[in-house]
Nanobody, 128 residues
Framework: QVQLVESGGGLMQPGGSLRLSCAASGFTLDYYAIGWFRQAPGKEREGVACISSSDGSTYYADSVKGRVTISRDNAKSTAYLQMNSLKPEDTAVYYC?????????????????????WGKGTLVTVSS
């Protein structure tokens, strides 16, 4: 059974840091690009970051660039999203997704293309 399970969310203070994890099972993560997305209350889902399956190249949304790092550990079938300098506008449900055969990781972030499997999300709340 294919599963992506996010963890690491919670209530954070502005300026803080957290690391989200995305554990994959039921398929070989090595061959899949991984994307992180988020959906804030009352807003549409937006792409946050993507990491390729081939060379580990990454792409970030402008809204998080410089504050967020996406990474992957294929041996652990897990991907991560390190978020620093958290802002209240980072409050959202964060989802990870995996896509096979992704050629353009920018399209994953900007258009949400190419993802085959999705997790159920983890809530991140940034508030003082």
């Amino acid at each position: 059974q294919v599963q992506l399970v996010e963890s690491g969310g919670g209530l954070m203070q502005p300026g803080g840091s957290l690391r989200l994890s995305c554990a994959a099972s039921g398929f070989t993560l090595d061959y899949y690009a991984i994307g992180w997305f988020r959906q804030a209350p009352g807003k549409e889902r937006e792409g946050v970051a993507c990491i390729s399956s081939s060379d580990g190249s990454t792409y970030y949304a402008d809204s998080v660039k410089g504050r967020v790092t996406i990474s992957r550990d294929n041996a652990k079938s897990t991907a991560y999203l390190q978020m620093n300098s958290l802002k209240p506008e980072d409050t959202a449900v964060y989802y990870c997704a995996a896509g096979l055969g992704v050629q353009d990781i920018t399209m994953v972030v900007t258009m949400g293309y190419g993802m085959d499997y999705w997790g159920k999300g983890t809530l991140v709340t940034v508030s003082s």
